[in-house]
């Protein structure tokens, strides 16, 4: 009875702490505008990494659309704030409603092709719907919507973070993602055994797709601007990166990819062929050495920190990463 | 009338650089079942490649041949270093480091050349030969007729010689190969320089038809090439051949009749359309899809 208070009680706690000192420091102006910028870059590319490993990592299926879905929510936001002048809570779920009714649109017919198959299934549909933002006037054509009000804040960014982890943690213990992760490891035995397989792609691919849509409208309204390129298969591969170096099936390992991946572009930004050249290498030498990434499948639990701190070692540092 | 025939004409051409490419990765494709996302990048080098030695004052001809030579052994070289360790692997690895050797390539060349887009010197006369109201250029006719010499010599290779035996086995059944007495890691590498030469050819006539050579140039011509592939039924080296034709022409009237903007989203159109109602292409074998 007790464990299980604190099973819930303390990453509650952790939450609130971690909030509260960097919402005072962002208050106190201690944490400069720069790293302000970076700290939303890794919220968002977060809750990218970890709603694509919930395609990728927990059901099995190489998907390289969520830069289009990212456009969908992003540019469904901007009209419900912009254009019809709601606030951004109406945003948000205005955004994540509509890259999972695109996500259920794509994944319901190709979600019957498998590997390679999908994969530039889903490649295409995200230029296509970046093609139709460029030519769509209403939206900006490719110049994009600028003067779009800020009012993504550390609060905002930093609930939807907990919010994605805990939901995806959730849905991945839970029956239904239980059922992700056999379709994954034999998709016919799945079936055999009962599991509507179609059904549970469809399922991740939708949910995946509504948390690219979150990202999305956290993003235009935080960065003022949005443009069709952006959205380009490019975004695609840095979030793969994410989740593949970070670790397929792993939540941890995605948040540890999109910190890590997030601040080496940042470090690099003066020289970005040389980025997109190490994370070539990266994705290279993780796919043939470790090809789960380098925190496999495991995830940074409660458990196993009391196992550590038992153990004598100093882990507690290292509290907030999953 | 006469507007839609040159239209037509103009999407040959498109649409035979298409089938060039399309065809290493059908090759590709049918030895090792994975979807080389590097060959468009092989193009971009070979049609760096091509370029330099234009620029040193090579002709037309030892230009084109030099980057094919460069882009076979790069493609051998790609296959052995990022797909050989990765053969007994899962897809998902397999794929990611293709998308990882696409993205070395891209940003390697940048890094090192600039992204600036650069152009290819005059290599042959511009002529225009009109026929009937119809206007071919010289490098129309350059395009068409690379691109039958090459596929002539591609049928030569993969029919009459021993090499072509073994790529047609070990494509059918790469164990069942292996009892034979193939050499399945020669073969393959065979493939991969066969399919690279073709992929640095197409680059050169890319370069030469829109006169552009850029580190990224190699990203949609892949991408559509591969549409073509699938259009024509992935694994069939006649198939990738119709599959380019067909897509070059479409996205030739596309334009031509004031939907330029759309083309890219057409192309992609018809791939989702395609793996919808007939995965397995036109002129595909009823093969299951893999796994």
């Not at chain 1, 941890?252 to 080496?264: I, P, Q, R």
């Amino acid at each position: 009875m007790e464990r299980k208070w604190v099973r819930l009680a303390a990453p509650a706690v952790i939450a609130l702490l971690v909030y509260g000192c960097v919402g005072w420091g962002i208050a106190r102006g201690l944490i400069s505008e720069y790293y302000q910028v970076n700290l939303f870059l890794i919220g968002i590319n977060i809750i990218l990494a970890v709603t694509l490993n919930l395609i990728n990592g927990f059901t099995g299926h190489l998907s390289l659309g969520h830069a289009g879905f990212m456009a969908v929510g992003a540019y469904t936001g901007v009209v419900v704030t912009m254009k019809l002048g709601l606030p951004l809570a109406f945003a948000v779920a205005a955004g994540m409603a509509a890259a999972a009714c695109a996500g259920f649109l794509i994944g319901l017919p190709t979600l019957r092709l498998r590997g390679d198959y999908l994969a530039i299934a889903t490649l295409g549909f995200g230029e296509i719907i970046r093609v139709l933002l460029e030519n769509f006037e209403y939206l900006g054509g490719a110049r994009g919507i600028s003067g779009i009000p800020r009012t993504v804040n550390w609060t905002w960014l930093f609930w939807s973070v907990v919010l994605t982890l805990v939901l995806v943690r959730n849905f991945i213990s839970s029956t239904h993602g239980r059922a992700c992760l056999a379709v994954r490891e034999n998709e016919l035995a799945a079936e055999m055994m009962g599991v509507n397989t179609t059904c549970y792609k469809v399922l991740a691919f939708v949910l995946g797709a509504a948390g690219a849509g979150l990202a999305g409208v956290l993003y235009a309204h935080y960065f003022y601007v949005i443009l069709p390129d952006k959205f380009s298969f490019l975004l695609s591969f840095d979030v793969l990166v994410m989740v593949m170096v970070g670790g397929l099936g792993s939540l941890t390992g995605s948040c540890l990819g999109a910190v890590l991946l997030t601040l080496l572009s940042t470090l690099l930004q003066r020289i970005p062929e040389f980025r997109m050249v190490l994370y070539a290498l990266m994705l290279i030498l993780v796919a043939i050495y470790r090809p789960h990434g380098l925190a496999g499948k495991r995830e940074l639990s409660l458990d196993l920190l009391g196992r550590w701190m038992r153990r004598g070692g100093v882990a507690r540092g290292a509290a907030h990463g999953g | 009338m006469q507007e839609l025939l040159q239209q037509l004409v103009n999407g040959l051409s498109l649409g035979s650089i298409y089938a060039l490419i399309a065809v290493g990765y059908t090759m590709v494709y049918g030895v090792i079942q994975l979807i080389n996302f590097a060959h468009g990048d092989v193009l971009m080098v070979g049609a760096y490649v091509g370029l330099a030695a234009a620029l040193a004052g090579f002709g037309l001809v030892p230009s084109l041949l030099l980057a094919m030579l460069a882009c076979a052994l790069l493609g051998v070289a790609i296959e052995r270093v990022a797909y050989r360790p990765l053969r007994h692997a899962s897809r998902l690895a397999a794929l990611t480091s293709a998308i990882g050797v696409s993205l070395f390539l891209e940003y390697g060349m940048m890094a090192a050349l600039t992204p600036r887009t650069r152009s290819y010197p005059p290599l042959l006369p511009d002529r225009i030969y009109s026929w009937g109201g119809l206007r071919i250029t010289s490098k129309d006719l350059l395009i068409l007729g690379t691109t039958l010499v090459l596929v002539l010599v591609l049928q030569y290779i993969i029919y009459r010689t021993q090499t072509g035996k073994a790529m047609r086995a070990v494509s059918f059944d790469r164990e069942a190969a292996q009892l034979m007495g193939v050499n399945v890691n020669s073969t393959i590498g065979a493939t991969f320089a066969l399919g690279s030469a073709l992929a640095a050819a197409a680059g050169m006539l890319v370069g030469v038809y829109f006169n552009a050579v850029y580190p990224l140039m190699g990203l949609m011509p892949g991408l559509k090439a591969f549409v073509a592939a699938v259009l024509g039924g992935i694994g069939s080296v006649p198939g990738a051949m119709l599959g380019g034709l067909l897509l070059g022409m479409t996205e030739a009237l596309v334009s031509g009749y004031g939907g330029s903007m759309y083309r890219d989203a057409v192309a992609f159109g018809i791939l989702i359309f395609i793996l919808l109602v007939r995965p397995t292409g036109l002129l595909g074998t009823g093969l299951q899809e893999k796994a």
